[in-house]
């Protein structure tokens, strides 16, 4: 089975770090690209950021600068680098995979992930 399983969310004091995890299995994950994605409460699915087959990197802007996306094959798991966190990155944080490429509508990705939890507060 294609799987994908995200982990490394918890609570965290606004200006600290994360680092969120994304393991597929069932696939070869190096032919994919994987995005993040996250819901925030009320709010619509945002793509936040993304990276090609080939290592390309994507961000969403309101994390440019400051989130860092990166692969390792070898590992299955693609890594989403959370710094500088602000109390709006408070959501569920889900990755996916489209075919090589990255992509800004949020629809080519598929294989979703159940989620982790991502809370900024004091």
């Known amino acids: 089975q294609v799987r994908l399983v995200e982990s490394g969310g918890g609570l965290v004091q606004p200006g600290g770090s994360l680092r969120l995890s994304c393991v597929g299995s069932?696939?070869?994950?190096?032919?994919?690209?994987i995005g993040w994605f996250r819901r925030a409460p009320g709010k619509d699915l945002e793509e936040v950021s993304c990276i090609t087959a080939s290592g390309t990197m994507n961000y969403g802007d309101p994390v440019k600068g400051r989130f860092s996306i990166s692969r390792d094959n070898a590992k299955k798991t693609v890594y989403l680098h959370m710094n500088s966190l602000k109390a709006e990155a408070t959501a569920n944080y889900y990755c996916?995979?489209?075919?090589?490429?990255?992509?800004?509508?949020?629809?080519?990705?598929?294989?979703w992930g159940p989620g982790t939890q991502v809370a900024a507060s004091s």
């Open positions: 996916a995979r489209s075919h090589r490429a990255c992509s800004p509508v949020i629809g080519t990705f598929g294989s």
């Open positions: 069932g696939f070869t994950l190096d032919t994919w690209a």
